[in-house]
Every structure is written in C-alpha cells, then in structure tokens.
C-alpha cells in the first residue's frame, strides 16, 4: 500500500501550467486575439526592423499609423513574463528584427499578469494563451527542472494542436485591425480636472503593487535573461518608461518610482539604452487621453523623439 505526502511539495499557477502546455485556456475567441494575430503575422515582413513590447502605454504610445518600419505587438496588461516569452520566439524566428523597444511602466517590475484576479486581465490572459497557442510560442525555460514544464509534460505528453477559427481568416483580421485603429488613432483628452483625478486613482492603484517582492525579485532576473539573450544575438534594445501627466507620477509610491530608475539605469550600454520620459516637460494635457496613457496627438511626439535617436520606427 502506498503512502500519501499530504504536504504541500510546491504550489503551480495553473495560468502557468497552461502556457508551458502552450493550452488555451479558455475555447472563447475576442477582438484582442484577432489584433494580436495580424500584429504577429506583420513581423514576417522582411522590412520590419523594430518590434515595440509593452503593456497599455505601449499599445497607445505607438499607433501603427505613425509606424514605418516597426510592429507593435503590446497588449493591455502584458507583463514581463510574456514580454520574455515573446522576446525569445521573435529571437528565433525573425531574425531580421533588429530593434526591441519595451515599453514599461512604474509598476511593471512588481507585476505578473498570471497572478492578476481582475476580469479584464483574465480576458486579456485568455486571449494571450490563444496567440501563443496558435502561433506555437513555447514557455521560456532555462533547464529541465522548470516545474511547469515538467509537470505540463507529465500531465500531457503530447501538445494540443490549436486551429482557432479565424486566426487565419486575414479579413477578419483586418476588420478587427481597422475597427481598433480607430481608438488607437483618437486625438479625445478628458479636462484637465478629470485627468488629474483619474491619475492620481491609477496612481494609488498602480502603488498597491510595491509590496510584491517575491514578483519583483523574479522580473529582474527576467529582464536579466532578456537582455543577455539580446546582447547574444547583438540586437539593439531600448527600455522606455513613457510620458506620464504630472498628476500621476506625483502620486507614485516613492519606493517603486525609485526602484525602476535604479535597476533600469543598470542597462545602459553599448546595445542597451533606459530612456525615461515620464516626467519630459514638453507634454501637455491635451496629449494624453486620460490619466496615464498617451493619445495620438501625444504618441506621434513620441514616436518623433525617438526616431531623433536613430530608432527605425
């Protein structure tokens, strides 16, 4: 007869099981699969030189109405996880991709989106799981002994196959492509009132991430990898944390407005480059569409400053 540990021997997100599983983790499609599938299929093009990773202040600072030679593939609430796991696929798969600008808020380095309770996230880590799925982007792992991986190899020995209905479809695509650019294209900006408001409610939402350390501690060790895999390959990349409204930063715990700026000051080198505008004098109210993210008017001056550094954007 055979005994039983009742002790708890290690604890497995099962959003991260799934991914090491390369598994959807829901069968329900949204407008955010579809963006993300004809953003990804764009990088084939052997003109692209510039790939942009981020989160919403990635999605919104770059319009891909003001891009040339550049793909933007962020997402709302993307992490660094995934950020790894895309940076690594796009390594090995377009290498013709020159240029990573990763765009990155304050409280980046203190969040996994895995770990995130919100609806919303949950949607957006559903539609992450179907591109990943769909396009075979594997978990990223260092040896054998990554435990999602060998336990995702235990439960399933041979990976699912993901035909998901209109991933392939480009008129679907485009349909939802042009639907989206209409938002991303928006010049709207709330009153300066408002903007102060909501910045400072993002701010304090944003600061409630600082007392993940453990989170913290495994994105460094992350960006480490990122940036390693980069330098091997001698691709030139840009850590970039955007222009914020005033209101916003101002009302930033200390301690993780702090904390970014040292450890991303560590990365200027020959390849890698921390460019911090998020306090850049030069934007004003109407360049922002709400209390942290950039409208068109707002994105085009970004895009502009950093074509000034030689970025092919």
Known sequence: MRAVNERIISKISIYDLFNASSTPTSDVTNNYDYYLSRQFKSLENQEVKTVIIGNSYGLYGFPNAQLEHSVNISMHSLSIKQIQQLTEHILTHYPHIDNFVFCLGFFDLYFDLFASNDSFNRNIINAISQLTCHHDIKYVSDSETDGPLVFSRLAMQVAPLCEIA?????????????????LLNSTDSIDVRQQN????????????????????????????????????????????????????????????????????????????????????????????????????IGASKLVARLRKLNIPL
């Open 197 to 296: 408001i909501i910045a400072k409610q993002r701010a304090v939402l944003h600061s409630n991430s600082v007392k993940h350390q453990r989170t913290f501690d495994e994105n460094q060790l992350r960006i480490g990898k990122i940036t390693l895999a980069l330098d091997l390959s001698g691709k030139k990349h840009f850590w970039l944390t955007p222009p914020f409204p005033a209101a916003y930063v101002n009302n930033l715990d200390t301690k993780m407005v702090l904390s970014h700026r040292q450890f991303f000051a560590k990365y200027n080198t020959e390849n890698s480059i921390f460019i911090d505008l998020s306090e850049a004098d030069d934007y004003q109210q109407q360049d922002f569409r709400d209390g942290d993210h950039l409208n068109l």
């Open 166 to 182: 209109g991933m392939n479809d480009q008129d679907s695509l485009n349909t939802i492509y042009d639907s989206t650019q209409r």
